[in-house]
């Protein structure tokens, strides 16, 4: 009778590792589109046009494991550089207000690093 060897909790631990690292690849990703997104020089046509540089700042991402899940939040993360009025800035700039056409910058982004991992799977 053969000799097996079980590798199971190595091989987990080895996956979970990699799939952690390819969610947080696409996160810096996003965060490097949105950031991008976020950064038209002032005077510029396009929009938004970055004026002192909070929203760019704010934008970064988080990643939990939750039970067998990994979560990467990408956006304006409580708390992070001006907390809840760069919250309440970047939702006016990318969803608009009553006197301000919306400047998406941050679902484009998002949009994009999706499509293309969906191409990639295929």
Do not use: C
């Not at 949105?34 to 700042?57: C, D, F, I, M, Y």
């Amino acid at each position: 009778m053969p000799n097996y060897k079980w590798y199971g909790a190595k091989a987990k631990k080895k996956i979970e590792s990699v799939v952690f690292s390819g969610i947080r690849d696409l996160a810096v990703e996003t965060v490097k589109r949105a950031k991008e997104n976020a950064s038209q020089p002032k005077g510029s046509e396009l929009h938004p046009q970055r004026q002192t540089g909070t929203l760019v700042r704010s934008i970064t991402f988080d990643i939990v494991k939750e039970a067998n899940d990994i979560i990467a939040k990408v956006g304006i993360i409580k708390g992070i550089s001006e907390g809840d009025e760069a919250l309440e800035y970047a939702a006016d700039v990318e969803f608009g207000t009553d006197t301000h056409p919306p400047y998406p910058y941050l679902y484009p982004a998002a949009a994009e690093v999706t499509r293309r991992v969906k191409e990639y799977i295929k």
